[in-house]
């Protein structure tokens, strides 16, 4: 039984120094350092240099190693949670899209899947002019700058709109042209308006007092707005 438990031993022994022997080499880049402290080469930022870029974006600049001149237990940096705490997270709620952001612009992407720094691709639309028609106009997607204008009319007016027709809000109250006469009808230089037009001048002859001497043969009388 001895010689049994011996003998694995032994095997497993013989299987150790197999696999070390035989086991592959992984770098990690060198241990040696860059230069000795104090040098430029060995600067480096520090977690201080990581909290102030993500709270303020400061720069940074890498500093060499500096031996403490005496020991604190006070901190002399923020914490990890404090740069933690700066660090941004994940919003597939309120993050923005590249379509969300200006052409060209760029932001920290903060949905799951297009983390990073992205660049938006919004339509710069600028100052869109709308003239207004009978058909809708499509207010093109995009940005718009704020000069953006509608454009106006200064005959919008309810007086030059029929009695009861509503454009764009305004109500008209121009009364709506009624009756029947004709300019023969009608006094000459004398207008008047009937269903079919406004503003017509009649054409009747103003032949104003008519004298009759009554005879044996007739008299016409003239055709005239009256005859008195």
């Known amino acids: 039984m001895g010689i049994v438990h011996r003998t694995t031993g032994i095997v497993m022994s013989i299987a150790v120094c197999i696999l070390m022997a035989s086991a592959i080499s992984i770098s990690a880049g060198s241990l040696n350092s860059p230069s000795v402290p104090g040098n430029i080469t060995s600067s480096?930022?520090?977690l201080e240099d990581i909290y102030n870029r993500l709270d303020a974006g400061t720069t940074g600049t890498p500093s060499v190693f500096t031996e403490p001149a005496a020991w604190t237990e006070d901190g002399v940096m923020h914490t990890l949670s404090e740069i933690m705490g700066k660090a941004p997270v994940v919003d597939d709620t309120n993050g923005a899209a590249v379509i969300d952001v200006l052409a060209g612009k760029?932001?920290?992407?903060?949905k799951f899947g297009a983390w990073g720094p992205r660049t938006g691709t919004m339509v710069?639309?600028?100052?869109?002019a709308i003239t207004p028609g009978t058909s809708e106009v499509t207010i093109t997607q995009g940005y718009h700058n704020g000069s953006g204008r509608v454009a106006t009319d200064a005959d919008l007016l309810a007086v030059n709109i029929k009695e009861d027709v509503n454009i764009f809000g305004v109500v008209g109250t121009a009364p709506i042209p009624s009756g029947t006469a004709v300019v023969g009808e009608v006094l000459a230089t004398m207008t008047f308006s009937n269903n079919a037009a406004t503003g017509i001048t009649g054409t009747m002859v103003n032949v104003g007092a008519q004298a009759i001497t009554p005879g044996t043969s007739e008299v016409t009388?003239?055709?005239?707005?009256?005859?008195?």
Do not use: H, P
């Open 44 to 46: 480096f930022y520090t």
């Open 106 to 110: 760029t932001f920290w992407g903060l």
């Open 124 to 128: 710069n639309v600028g100052a869109q």
């Open 221 to 228: 009388i003239g055709l005239s707005q009256r005859v008195r």
